[in-house]
């Protein structure tokens, strides 16, 4: 490939999935800018003057819209950036989308809808939630309290998602395909805490709670109310079962398996990011 400069937007570049994709293609040789409020130009989702600069002689865009797309505004929001994007000369857009969320749904016809090739990566609870997110905190103090019940899903890992892009943004045959990913199986968030705690060797619980116990939970942590109800009102429309199917995209698309929830939690406790807090002491 010959290029003189970046070709590819990656938007959320340095979040859970955007910086996977930025690894993946720049491993294929694919020229890169990293979407985010600290780059250079910088994007930012809440200010549209920084779109066009950042979409300047791109030919892709992953677009994974922050918070998230299922969150109340985000089709409106990828729907204006889109159309931008088609402005500006880009011709394929491949979204990062929420399985079973009606406002995912709505971001997915707007991509459809914007002339551009496209291709739509639907995933549901990502599993780097528990590590790279505000659940890491959880799994480090032992007790994992969400409004998930016993609802089962087939966690989806970030790499898994982010090959997948690549693949979308690289390869031939991808336009106007909808990839849904799964992990290989279902578990319940009992079974993954499970997971955790076993390769952990240590204690953690997954304790269900009332929506309004999760935001306060969040909001005594120092998350913003406002994305504590919009997370906790995903989760209620999501976790009712519309989710517990899995899928073969990624053996149909990679030609491998999905990553297991239990390597992940192996792999991931290895690392040491969830350690228990070191207790402190007093002298007498």
Known sequence: MTATGPTTLVLAGTG??????????????????????RADPPFDWEDDTTWEPALRGMDAVYVAYYPDAAFPGAARAVGAF??????????????LADRGSAEAERCEQAVRDSGAE????RVGFITQNFSEAFLANLVKAGVVALPAGDAAEPFTDAEDIADVAVAALTESGHAGQ???????????????????SKATAREIRYLPVTPEQFISSLTERGVAAEYAKQLAGLMVEVFDGRRAQVTDTVQRVLGRP???????????????????PAQSSREA
């Open 118 to 121: 496209w291709t739509i990566v």
């Open 16 to 37: 859970k999935t955007g910086r996977r994709v930025v690894s993946g293609l720049t491993a294929r040789d694919v020229p890169v800018r990293v979407g985010s409020r």
């Open 258 to 276: 999905p990553r297991d929830f239990a390597d992940y939690a192996r792999e991931t406790a290895a690392t040491g990011v969830w350690d228990a």
């Open 82 to 95: 889109a159309d931008r994007a088609v402005a500006c000369g880009v011709r394929h857009l491949v979204l």
């Open 178 to 196: 909808i990839h849904e990913i799964t992990g290989p199986r279902l578990l319940t968030f009992a079974d993954a805490v499970g997971e955790l």
